[in-house]
């Protein structure tokens, strides 16, 4: 069982609240807490993506009835997903069967199979990543949090993935040379939006040395890759790592170049912006002390309890 | 024509950038339209950067009373389908940009490329205008100066259909009055106000 929503390895903005109903005025916000269940290899699965589709359908029927009747828990169920509720928390659950991405390569659906990857090997490994990382740096958390606010209050949603501002911030993290690693959310994410103004997008990859698995070969392969790539085919906002050296999976589609060049001169702007609020606190309202808990440490929700 | 799409352009990526004042409320003033949002419509309002504390709705009178019958919506994020909605049907006339964090607003840039003259099509008739047959005409012209100019640069003899063939052929506009209509319509209660600027 792998936890791949933001929410369970401390990414997301704001900490879900448990609910239990919603009131006729306002219908509450219930975010899905992603989960992937992954199967043994079994030779008794179908041999055809549909079937197997059909087949993962009737074992959400079984994981629905066999929760109700052992641990009387909800869940609802999806041709695709099960909803299991759970103490006000909504999760999603996803079977994973290792053998569809065989049958999927038979069909030669080149964006299939790079999709499947993502969602089932490479998410997964992301999230059990970015988990340690935010173990490991007790300011990493928040950092991602304010980094991504900023970045949605700009309005960019849907423009740049939640992946890829969590690979910049972690770069932040694990590169953060000549400096020691930011050691308060507000300095990390200052940082955050001093690699968006200043890094040369157009000139080279980042490359996020995600649980330093980077090696001297990977490196000249990663920057080999960039360099040959076509400039208008390969992604504008190149974020490289040891297991996705093309860049495909979180900025593969999106931000595209003009999205790109908005999203640093905001930065540029708000960097320019807090460094003189800095020197004279009392003109400048940073507006972090937002109304809501933005600041307040995650509750803890550990990936151990779902396993 | 295209000095018209150039000074578009420009005035595109000379978007208004973050205030001095404050590093999380975004600048508005430089997009072409915005679609203000009714924040109690949306389940995530309470996230927004401007949402204060005194529209908070109170859950339930007793602590203890479950709230109401209403179901577990999971996901319910109506105004992150609004915009799917939107690119959907005006993808291709305008950029909808958006703060699925709460955001107050759907902020709208005109593409200057949707702009300028097409050809009718029965599919997007609902939100165009025609242009009079005049003009048409006259633009049909222009982009024929301008084939000949180009074909006689690539040594290209063909020959090409004069305006007159093509007279009929009818040339349209969007129609912003009622693209805002229709978008008016399609958020229904979840518009508030749509302002173009």
């Known amino acids: ?90 999760f999603r659950v996803v079977i994973h069967h290792e053998r569809d991405l065989l049958l999927l390569q038979k069909t030669q659906d080149q964006k299939a199979v790079q999709l499947f990857e993502r969602d089932f090997v490479h998410r997964p490994k992301l999230a059990a990543s970015v988990h340690t990382l935010a173990t490991q740096n007790s300011s990493f958390s928040t950092t991602v949090r304010l980094a991504k606010r900023w970045v949605h209050a700009h309005l960019f949603s849907a423009l740049v993935s939640e992946e890829a501002l969590e690979l910049l911030v972690a770069h932040v993290f694990l590169s953060p040379r000549p400096y020691d690693p930011p050691t308060s959310p507000f300095v990390g994410f200052l940082r955050f939006l001093e690699l968006l103004s200043h890094f040369d997008w157009a000139g080279q990859p980042l490359i996020v040395n995600l649980d330093h698995e980077l090696t001297p070969q990977t490196q000249t392969e990663i920057t080999h ?83 | 024509l295209i000095l018209l799409l150039s000074l578009l352009l420009f005035s595109f990526s000379c978007l208004c950038l973050p205030s001095q004042q404050s590093l999380f409320l975004t600048p508005l003033k430089e997009y072409d339209m915005l679609i203000k949002l009714r924040t109690k419509a949306n389940p995530r309002g309470s996230h927004g950067v401007a949402y204060t504390h005194t529209e908070v709705q109170p859950v339930s009178k007793f602590r203890n009373s479950p709230v109401s019958g209403a179901p577990v919506l999971a996901d319910f994020d109506p105004v992150r389908r609004f ?98 209509a229709n978008i008016r319509h399609l958020g229904k209660d979840l518009v508030k106000d749509i302002v173009l600027q």
């Open chain 1, 225 to 307: 890759l960039f360099n040959t790539a076509k400039p208008e085919s390969r992604p504008a906002l190149y974020l490289a790592t040891p297991a996705d050296p093309r860049s495909v999976h979180w900025t593969g589609d999106s931000p595209t170049q003009l999205t790109l060049n908005r999203l640093v001169r905001f930065a540029q702007t708000s960097l320019k912006a807090a460094l003189e609020g800095i020197e004279a606190p009392d003109t400048f309202n940073f507006k972090v002390t937002s109304t809501r808990p933005l600041l307040l440490l995650p509750t803890l929700i550990s990936p151990s309890v779902l396993s």
């Open chain 2, 83 to 180: 915009v799917h909605e939107l690119k959907g049907t005006y993808g291709e006339l305008a950029l909808f940009l958006f703060d699925e964090l709460g955001g107050e607003v759907i902020a709208v840039v005109w593409k200057p490329a949707a702009f300028l003259p097409s050809r009718f099509k029965v599919s997007s008739a609902s939100s165009t205008i025609p242009l009079t047959s005049d003009f048409s005409a006259e633009v049909f012209s222009a982009l024929d100066t301008l084939a000949q100019g180009g074909a006689a640069a690539a040594g290209n003899k063909k020959p090409k259909k004069s305006a007159g063939e093509r007279g009929e052929a009818l040339l349209v506009l969007p129609n912003i009055a009622q693209v805002v």
């Open chain 1, 1 to 90: 069982v792998q936890a791949v929503s933001p929410t369970l390895r401390y990414t997301e903005v704001f900490i879900p609240q448990a609910v239990e109903g919603s009131t006729a005025a306002q219908v509450r916000w219930v975010p899905l807490l992603d989960v992937v269940v992954q199967f043994e290899s079994s030779g008794h699965w179908p041999d055809d993506l549909e079937a197997a589709r059909h087949t993962k359908t009737a074992f959400y029927l079984r994981m629905a009835d066999e929760l109700q009747s052992h641990l009387s828990l909800d869940s609802v169920v999806t041709e695709d997903w099960l909803e299991v509720r759970s103490g006000g928390f909504t």
